[in-house]
Protein backbone atom coordinates (compact mmCIF):
# COMPACT_ATOMS: atom_id res chain seq x y z
CA UNK A 1 0.00 0.00 0.00
CA UNK A 2 1.47 3.22 -1.17
CA UNK A 3 1.71 6.23 1.32
CA UNK A 4 2.69 9.78 0.88
CA UNK A 5 3.55 11.86 3.75
CA UNK A 6 4.28 15.56 3.44
CA UNK A 7 5.70 17.89 5.86
CA UNK A 8 7.23 21.47 5.85
CA UNK A 9 4.55 23.76 4.87
CA UNK A 10 3.44 26.91 7.08
CA UNK A 11 3.27 30.73 7.38
CA UNK A 12 6.33 32.76 6.18
CA UNK A 13 6.86 36.02 4.66
CA UNK A 14 7.42 37.57 1.21
CA UNK A 15 10.58 36.69 -0.22
CA UNK A 16 11.15 34.36 2.46
CA UNK A 17 12.06 30.22 2.36
CA UNK A 18 10.23 27.05 3.01
CA UNK A 19 11.45 23.04 2.86
CA UNK A 20 8.82 20.85 2.19
CA UNK A 21 9.03 17.32 2.48
CA UNK A 22 7.47 14.17 1.42
CA UNK A 23 8.21 10.64 2.89
CA UNK A 24 7.28 7.83 0.62
CA UNK A 25 6.83 3.86 1.13
CA UNK A 26 5.14 1.00 -0.14
CA UNK A 27 6.68 1.25 -3.60
CA UNK A 28 10.03 2.80 -5.76
CA UNK A 29 8.49 5.29 -8.16
CA UNK A 30 9.98 6.30 -11.75
CA UNK A 31 9.15 10.31 -10.72
CA UNK A 32 8.43 12.24 -7.97
CA UNK A 33 6.88 15.56 -7.58
CA UNK A 34 5.16 18.45 -6.49
CA UNK A 35 1.59 20.08 -7.48
CA UNK A 36 -0.08 22.97 -6.09
CA UNK A 37 -3.81 24.06 -5.54
CA UNK A 38 -4.79 27.73 -4.85
CA UNK A 39 -7.80 28.67 -3.84
CA UNK A 40 -10.61 29.06 -6.56
CA UNK A 41 -7.88 27.54 -8.88
CA UNK A 42 -7.51 24.08 -10.52
CA UNK A 43 -3.74 21.59 -9.29
CA UNK A 44 -0.66 22.70 -11.27
CA UNK A 45 2.59 20.70 -11.47
CA UNK A 46 5.39 22.93 -10.09
CA UNK A 47 7.93 19.98 -10.10
CA UNK A 48 9.07 16.52 -10.74
CA UNK A 49 12.47 14.36 -10.78
CA UNK A 50 13.05 11.38 -12.49
CA UNK A 51 14.84 8.27 -11.19
CA UNK A 52 17.82 9.40 -13.32
CA UNK A 53 17.56 12.70 -11.26
CA UNK A 54 16.29 14.72 -14.66
CA UNK A 55 13.97 17.66 -12.93
CA UNK A 56 11.46 20.02 -14.62
CA UNK A 57 10.03 23.09 -13.07
CA UNK A 58 6.62 25.06 -14.04
CA UNK A 59 7.59 28.28 -15.12
CA UNK A 60 6.13 30.51 -12.83
CA UNK A 61 9.12 29.20 -9.81
CA UNK A 62 12.10 28.45 -12.17
CA UNK A 63 15.16 29.67 -10.66
CA UNK A 64 13.33 30.26 -6.64
CA UNK A 65 12.31 26.39 -6.58
CA UNK A 66 14.47 22.66 -6.23
CA UNK A 67 13.60 20.20 -6.18
CA UNK A 68 15.53 16.99 -4.66
CA UNK A 69 14.54 13.36 -4.09
CA UNK A 70 16.70 10.64 -1.72
CA UNK A 71 16.12 7.49 -3.45
CA UNK A 72 17.44 5.67 -0.66
CA UNK A 73 15.01 6.91 1.81
CA UNK A 74 12.46 7.23 -1.02
CA UNK A 75 11.87 10.77 0.20
CA UNK A 76 11.29 13.97 -2.33
CA UNK A 77 11.80 17.72 -1.51
CA UNK A 78 11.01 20.94 -2.89
CA UNK A 79 13.03 24.01 -1.36
CA UNK A 80 11.65 27.09 -1.71
CA UNK A 81 13.37 30.41 -1.89
CA UNK A 82 12.01 33.92 -2.55
CA UNK A 83 8.50 33.27 -2.16
CA UNK A 84 5.52 35.29 -3.14
CA UNK A 85 2.09 35.51 -1.96
CA UNK A 86 1.10 33.70 -4.87
CA UNK A 87 2.78 30.99 -3.92
CA UNK A 88 0.28 29.89 -1.69
CA UNK A 89 -1.64 26.81 -2.35
CA UNK A 90 -1.77 23.56 -0.74
CA UNK A 91 0.80 21.67 -2.27
CA UNK A 92 0.43 17.81 -2.94
CA UNK A 93 3.49 15.41 -3.21
CA UNK A 94 2.71 13.34 -6.56
CA UNK A 95 4.43 9.90 -7.59
CA UNK A 96 4.40 7.66 -10.72
CA UNK A 97 5.37 3.89 -10.26
CA UNK A 98 7.27 2.04 -12.72
CA UNK A 99 3.85 0.06 -13.13
CA UNK A 100 1.99 3.52 -14.06
CA UNK A 101 -0.45 4.32 -11.07
CA UNK A 102 -0.38 8.11 -10.47
CA UNK A 103 -0.58 8.36 -6.15
CA UNK A 104 -0.91 11.60 -4.22
CA UNK A 105 -0.11 13.08 -1.05
CA UNK A 106 -3.27 14.66 1.22
CA UNK A 107 -1.28 18.00 0.93
CA UNK A 108 0.32 20.95 2.92
CA UNK A 109 -0.35 24.43 3.46
CA UNK A 110 1.99 26.95 2.12
CA UNK A 111 0.87 30.50 2.64
CA UNK A 112 3.28 33.57 2.11
CA UNK A 113 2.13 36.52 3.44
CA UNK A 114 3.03 39.74 5.62
Known amino acids: QVQLVESGGGLVQPGGSLRLSCAAS??????MGWSRQAPGKEREPVAAVTSGGTTNYADSVKGRFTISRDSAKNMVYLQMNNLKPEDTAVYYCNVHSYMGSNYWGRGTQVTVSS
Open 26 to 31: GSIFRI
